[in-house]
């Protein structure tokens, strides 16, 4: 076949591209239109009254993006759906009409109330092209390069709408348009992005890698998981580092456990929490086990093996009396799995751990948390009695 072009400029409009496709062994023939020009700044909505036969000759340029409907019909042509062309408001409907009829033969054999429907919508359509009752025709472009006549051009129709619009971000994105004008933000691709960097395994001292990632907590805020895996002595370990500033107030945090399922309740315990179950008369100070992003039952699993791994208190070094109440506190341990009712606390002056609400946003009836201020004692732990953020400049002029 031959297809022709044809650049075109439509009065009180723009210049458009009109193809046309010819084919002589079976005179199939096609006509589409693509703008001349660039996407325009805003939307165009057309919204035409049609109450005459008149109205229905009127040109229109419907792009491929632009959507078409009739709302006392409630039809509607999404966008994306036909090619663009130059048309009328009739040819838009003569368009849906045979879209509707290519496949009512497969449908009148396979699902009759169907096809009985959709023939019953090709009557009311038909109908409109003999404009007995009036009904409205609107054009919707988020491209802004649709166009509806005005035959009274250049001066104003009555019956014709025009309406200039704000495009939102999905229609951009459908355009293909850059959603985001601002930079992205490289915490944003932290957040999709696994870091790995090389290191030496602290077991044996092996080339290894320890992968980083940054991780959004619900209802609490970011932080840095960092997992090393060594590949000759199998080596394994994970640390949890707080993505946030200390804190203002301390927290103090008591769960008290009541139900097995409490036992699987995320925990992130920083380098500066303690740990404490009164009913156990255990207390486990900051920074033993570092920085943990786990669920209780890991937690204390890790409590567990950090006692019954260290050779001065199980091993051949250990005192027999010291074993026999370490065992005795070991088995404690294993009972503290929500059959045994026992508070679990977490104290971090940083304030920068965190226990799960399962209720969230709710309130946990078993779950209270705790703000303080924080000792001098404390403050001096965490290095904050001389960090000095604000006033320094003009000290340090005056030292000089």
Request: glycine share 6%; aromatic share 6%; charged share 25%.
């Amino acid at each position: 076949g031959v297809t022709r072009l044809l650049l075109t400029r439509i009065p009180f409009f723009k210049e458009i591209i009109v193809s046309s496709f010819s084919c002589d062994s079976c005179s199939w023939s096609n006509t589409e239109i693509q703008s001349a020009g660039r996407i325009q700044e805003q939307g165009v909505r057309y919204t035409l009254a049609v109450t005459s036969r008149q109205d229905m000759n009127r040109e229109v340029v419907k792009t491929d993006c632009a959507s078409a409907r009739i709302p006392e019909l409630d039809f509607e042509i999404p966008a994306f759906s036909q090619k663009g062309v130059l048309t009328t408001i009739e040819g838009i409907i003569d368009r849906a009409v045979a879209g509707l009829e290519q496949d009512q033969p497969t449908r009148r054999a396979t699902d009759a109330g169907v096809a009985r429907k959709i023939d019953e919508f090709i009557v009311k359509l038909r109908q409109l092209k003999e404009v007995n009752s009036p009904f409205t025709f609107i054009l919707d472009d988020p491209s802004g390069n649709s166009f509806v006549e005005n035959p009274h051009a250049p001066q104003r129709d009555e019956a014709l709408v025009v309406t200039h619009y704000r495009r939102s971000r999905q229609q951009s994105a459908m355009l293909g348009l850059e959603v985001d004008a601002k930079p992205p933000d490289a915490a944003e691709d932290l957040r999709d992005e696994v870091l790995q960097f090389n290191t030496n395994c602290p077991e044996c001292n092996a080339p290894a890698s320890t992968n980083m990632k940054l991780v959004q907590i619900p209802h609490f805020k970011e932080v840095i998981i960092m997992a090393t895996n060594c590949d000759s002595c199998g080596h394994r370990t994970n640390e949890v580092k707080s993505g946030g500033a200390i804190e203002p107030q301390g927290t103090r945090i008591t769960l008290q456990i009541t139900d097995p399922s409490d036992m699987t309740r995320d925990i992130l315990k920083s380098e500066t929490c303690s740990v404490e179950i009164p009913e156990l008369e255990f207390e486990l100070g900051m920074g033993a086990l570092g920085g943990k992003f786990t669920t209780l039952e890991g937690l204390l699993k890790d409590i567990r093996d950090l006692v019954e791994k260290n050779p001065f208190t199980l091993g051949d070094s250990s005192a027999p009396s010291r074993t026999g109440k370490l065992q005795e506190f070991i088995g404690k341990l294993q009972e503290v799995n929500g059959k045994t009712k026992a508070h679990f606390i977490m104290d971090d002056p940083a304030g920068n751990s965190y226990l799960q609400n399962v209720y969230a946003p709710e309130e946990d009836p078993e779950l209270s948390v705790q703000r303080y201020e924080r000792t001098f004692e404390q403050n001096e732990e965490l290095g904050l009695n001389d960090m000095k953020t604000e006033g320094y400049e003009s000290e340090a002029a005056s030292g000089r």
